[in-house]
């Protein structure tokens, strides 16, 4: 991504939040030599996305050379939904993937992410920014 694109999708993080109490993080690293589900979680821990009060940070994680990305939630989501909850945002992702529009897949991802939380975790009018908007790399 371009410096400009970052921030493109920074802002999607930011205009996603305040939607939602769930904390959306993009991390984004070349490769990833295990499933990116796996890598996932690991980065998720690594960025202290557990700390959230509802536990109900997002991490959206990609291995951009490898093409593959994953999206997991914490514990105060998956409490909550059914497991295909991500199937929609995944898709929407994906399919910019394979066209290489890897920041309309952050973008897009990051809309579907958030308009999917609202349903569960509504904006409350105390929110606080828990987890930094600042895309994260590997
Ligand atoms: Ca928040
Ligand atoms: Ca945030």
């Known amino acids: 991504l371009t410096k400009s694109e970052e921030q493109e999708v920074v802002e999607a993080i ?13 991390h984004i690293e070349k490769e990833t030599s ?17 700390l959230t ?3 109900n940070g997002v991490i959206i994680y990609i291995a951009a050379k490898s093409k ?19 199937n929609t945002t995944k898709d ?16 897009k991802g990051i809309e579907s992410a958030g308009k999917q939380l609202k349903k569960y975790f509504p904006y409350q009018d105390d929110d606080k920014d828990e987890l930094s908007n600042e895309i994260s790399k590997g």
């Not at 930011?14 to 993009?26: F, L």
């Not at 593959?68 to 991500?86: H, R």
């Open 53 to 55: 009060q509802e536990r």
């Open 34 to 50: 295990i499933a990116p589900i796996d890598r996932a979680v690991e980065v998720f821990h690594e960025l202290k996305m557990d």
């Open 14 to 26: 930011r205009v996603a939040e305040k939607n939602t109490s769930g904390e959306i993080r993009v």
């Open 92 to 107: 929407i992702m994906l399919n910019h993937l394979k066209n290489g529009e890897n920041k309309l897949a952050l973008v």
């Open 68 to 86: 593959l990305f994953a999206i997991y939630g914490d514990k105060g989501i998956n409490d909550k939904v059914s497991t295909d909850f991500w």
